[in-house]
């Protein structure tokens, strides 16, 4: 159980066009999802937190209006980067906030690779 | 404020043994995590200790002490495939992942 999919898992894309990127739990409820970026070398960054039915909240430095974010269900949350720039080509990975054996975890989804030429 | 320190790099034997250590400061405190990345993969999920102690699962053991802010992953007999980073994050008490870093680690034959 507690699988969580991403799709798609790499998109390459032109200079100021949007990408849309889909997280989904597959076999549980989430009612939070997060966004993470993840550059070479470099560890994982939030940017968000998705709570469905409600606005994210965005870390410090991270766009909101460049950085669309949508949990419209229990079970989905699209991040939208709009308007892509080649600075924004990196590793997107989201997770979900679910239950291992009684306790809080967050399962990863397998990440997306957006690159922007 | 909220940190996770954890060594950059660590370069051991295949066959052998290898710590990895973690220090954290969290708002407050609900549990502690380590996962493994390879590189171009998300993190896939290895421990996690909320009580003093070791907890074992196989090859990987995972250790706490909450009054010293400090835990350890202990990988036993290495090999070559365990090449990887290995991520530490706290839990805050909001429940969110603050993350280390990560540290490399180099398997060597």
């Known amino acids: 159980g507690a699988v969580v999919s991403q799709h798609p898992s790499r998109v390459i894309c032109k200079s100021g066009t949007s990408v849309k990127i889909e997280c989904r739990s597959l076999d549980f409820q989430a009612t939070t999802m997060f966004w993470y970026r993840q550059f070479p070398k470099q560890s994982l960054m939030l940017m968000a937190t998705?709570?469905?039915?409600?606005?994210?909240?965005?870390e410090q430095g991270v766009e909101k209006d460049k950085f669309l974010i949508n949990h419209a269900s229990l079970t989905l949350s699209t991040l939208t980067v709009t308007s892509a720039h080649p600075e924004d080509s990196s590793f997107y990975i989201c997770s979900a906030r679910g239950e291992r054996e009684g306790y809080n975890e967050q399962f990863f989804g397998p990440g997306t690779r957006l690159t922007v030429l | 404020g909220q940190n996770i320190d954890q060594p950059t790099e660590m370069t051991a034997t295949e066959g052998a043994i290898v710590q990895i250590n973690c220090t954290y400061q969290?708002?407050?405190?609900?549990?502690l995590f380590w996962y493994q990345q390879h590189a171009g993969e998300a993190p896939t999920f290895l421990s996690y200790n909320v009580l003093d102690g070791l907890e074992e699962k196989g090859r990987f053991s995972s250790f706490l002490s909450r009054s010293k802010g400090y835990s350890y992953l202990l990988l036993k007999e290495l090999q070559m495939k365990d090449s990887a980073s290995y991520l530490c994050?706290?839990?805050?008490?909001?429940?969110?992942?603050?993350w280390g870093a990560g540290t490399k680690l180099i398997i060597k034959p």
């Open positions: 994050a706290g839990m805050d008490s909001n429940y969110q992942l603050i």
């Open positions: 998705s709570n469905e039915g409600s606005k994210a909240t965005y």
């Open positions: 969290t708002s407050g405190f609900n549990g």
